[in-house]
Nanobody
Framework: QVQLVESGGGLVQAGDSLRLSCAASGRTFSAYTMGWFRQAPGKEREFVGSISRSGGSTYYADSVKGRFTISRDNAKNTVYLQMNSLKPEDTAVYYC?????????????WGQGTQVTVSS
């Protein structure tokens, strides 16, 4: 089992940048594919992106491609979401998730989420 704790959320203006972190504890962090998701008020949770166990592969939703970057530091048991050129529509609670499958359809472990608010 793995425990996930997100941090780094906050209130920013459109065009600003923000970096979220997700610290993992428990079993071997490098054994997990890591994903980022977000949920805006009144909307369903949506996939933002993911990173493979080694960090060699990343995938992004079209809505964030070119603006967001996912990275991981397996030595620090941490995955990051660098968000640039933020837009008001990026406002949401952001969650990190972990799963041992290489291409998860569903993730087994979730953090509690961190709020990101982008003002126009």
């Amino acid at each position: 089992q793995v425990q996930l704790v997100e941090s780094g959320g906050g209130l920013v203006q459109a065009g600003d940048s923000l970096r979220l972190s997700c610290a993992a504890s428990g079993r071997t962090f490098s054994a997990y594919t890591m994903g980022w998701f977000r949920q805006a008020p009144g909307k369903e949770r949506e996939f933002v992106g993911s990173i493979s166990r080694s960090g060699g592969s990343t995938y992004y939703a079209d809505s964030v491609k070119g603006r967001f970057t996912i990275s991981r530091d397996n030595a620090k048991n941490t995955v990051y979401l660098q968000m640039n050129s933020l837009k008001p529509e990026d406002t949401a609670v952001y969650y990190c998730a972990a799963d041992q499958r290489s291409i998860p359809k569903e993730y087994d472990y979730w953090g509690q989420g961190t709020q990101v608010t982008v003002s126009s």
